[in-house]
């Protein structure tokens, strides 16, 4: 049996928005660290916050939820089916470089 390699081609506008989800995550993720006494649960944390923190906290989750939206419906995905959507979504984030259209083969036995 031998060995099958895909290779996925994706669009400027889906590694754009893959840079755009990735860039809000981490802004969040640092927004929640510097809360006081934020230990991963939010609702646990909401009581000490202020107005300003509380209305930033949910800014930067709608942000995420948008940028995800963004990605996961893209119509590239359309174009694939099975084995080969779920391979090229893990891949997408492995893009390397900006500008870097294609991920890395995948080597399949």
Do not use: C, N
């Amino acid at each position: 049996m031998g060995k099958q390699q895909t290779t996925f081609e994706y669009p400027d506008g889906l590694i754009a928005a893959h840079r755009a989800l990735e860039a809000v995550q981490a802004e969040r993720r640092a927004h929640l660290a510097a809360l006081p006494a934020f230990s991963g649960d939010l609702d646990t944390a909401r009581e000490g916050l202020t107005e300003e923190q509380l209305a930033e906290s949910a800014r930067l989750e709608e942000a995420e939820r948008q940028a995800a939206h963004a990605v996961w419906t893209d119509t590239y995905w359309a174009g694939l089916s099975g084995e080969d959507r779920f391979t090229a979504r893990s891949r997408l984030k492995h893009t390397g470089e900006p500008g870097r259209r294609r991920a890395k083969p995948v080597v399949r036995w």
